[in-house]
C-alpha cells in the first residue's frame, strides 16, 4: 500500500527555521516525483515545487523560488521542505504528494505550520 | 489569482447532476492532461480523474471527466450529501518546472 506519512503540527515564531518531512513507503521511492502544496487558510491549493528523488532533479514554482528549499533523502525514502526564517505568512498547511507523469495521485496527510509571535 | 480558472461554487439537488469548469492556456490544459481533486473540510485533497477522463481504482463512474482546448471539464452525476467538497482541477506533466492549479469550487448539494 502505497503511503505518504508527514512530520507533526509545528508552532513556530517569526524568523525561525523549520524542515518538515514526508516519508513514502509501499513504493519505489526513487521512481516517483514528490511535490509539495501549500494550502493558506480557507485558500486554495498552490504548488510549490517537485522533486526526483533517483536524481534529485529540483523544481520550483516561480512564487516559491528562493523561499523554501526542498530536498531528499532516498537511503531513507523521505523528502523535506526548508525554511530558513519563517514569516508569519508561511502559515498553512503543506501536503506532499507523489507525482505520476501526469497528476498527484497520492498525498500526506498535511503539516500545519503556524508562524506567530 | 491562479493559473487555471474555476467558478468558486457551484450548486445542485441530490440526484441531480453538476459541471465544473476549468479554464486555462495553450501553455497548459492545452497542451498537457488534466487531473482533478476532491477535498474534504480538514482532509488532505483525492485524486479523482487523471489523463483527463481516467477514474483512480474506488472512483465511482459518477464523476467523469472532458477536455477540449484549453478547458477541461469535471461531471457528477447522482448527486449525493457526500459529494459536497470542495474540487481542484490541476495540470502538472514531467516536462514542464512546475505545475498549477484551479483555484477550487465549491460544491454545495442542497
Known amino acids: 500500500e502505497v503511503q505518504l506519512v508527514q512530520s507533526g503540527a509545528e508552532v513556530k515564531k517569526p524568523g525561525e527555521s523549520l524542515e518538515i518531512s514526508c516519508k513514502g513507503s509501499g513504493y519505489r521511492f526513487t521512481s516517483y516525483w514528490i511535490a509539495w502544496v501549500r494550502q493558506m487558510p480557507g485558500r486554495g491549493l498552490e504548488w510549490m515545487g517537485i522533486i526526483y528523488p533517483g536524481d534529485s532533479d529540483t523544481r520550483y514554482s516561480p512564487s516559491f523560488q528562493g523561499q523554501v528549499t526542498i530536498s531528499a533523502d532516498k537511503s531513507i525514502n523521505t523528502a523535506y521542505l526548508q525554511w530558513t526564517s519563517l514569516k508569519a505568512s508561511d502559515t498553512a498547511i503543506y501536503f506532499c504528494a507523489r507525482a505520476t507523469y501526469s497528476s498527484l495521485d497520492y498525498w500526506g496527510q498535511g503539516t500545519l505550520v503556524t508562524v506567530s509571535s | 489569482q491562479s493559473v487555471l480558472t474555476q467558478p468558486p461554487s457551484v450548486s445542485a439537488a441530490p440526484g441531480q447532476k453538476v459541471t465544473i469548469s476549468c479554464s486555462g492556456s495553450?501553455?497548459?490544459?492545452?497542451?498537457?492532461?488534466v487531473s482533478w481533486y476532491q477535498q474534504f473540510p480538514g482532509t488532505a485533497p483525492k485524486l479523482l480523474i487523471y489523463d483527463n477522463n481516467k477514474r483512480p481504482s474506488g472512483i465511482p463512474d459518477r464523476f467523469s471527466g472532458s477536455k477540449s482546448g484549453t478547458s477541461a471539464t469535471l461531471g457528477i452525476t447522482g448527486l449525493q450529501t457526500g459529494d459536497e467538497a470542495d474540487y481542484y482541477c490541476?495540470?502538472?506533466?514531467?516536462?514542464?518546472?512546475?505545475?498549477?492549479f484551479g483555484g477550487g469550487t465549491k460544491l454545495t448539494v442542497l
Open positions: 490541476g495540470v502538472w506533466d514531467s516536462g514542464l518546472s512546475d505545475g498549477v
Open positions: 495553450s501553455s497548459n490544459i492545452g497542451k498537457y492532461f
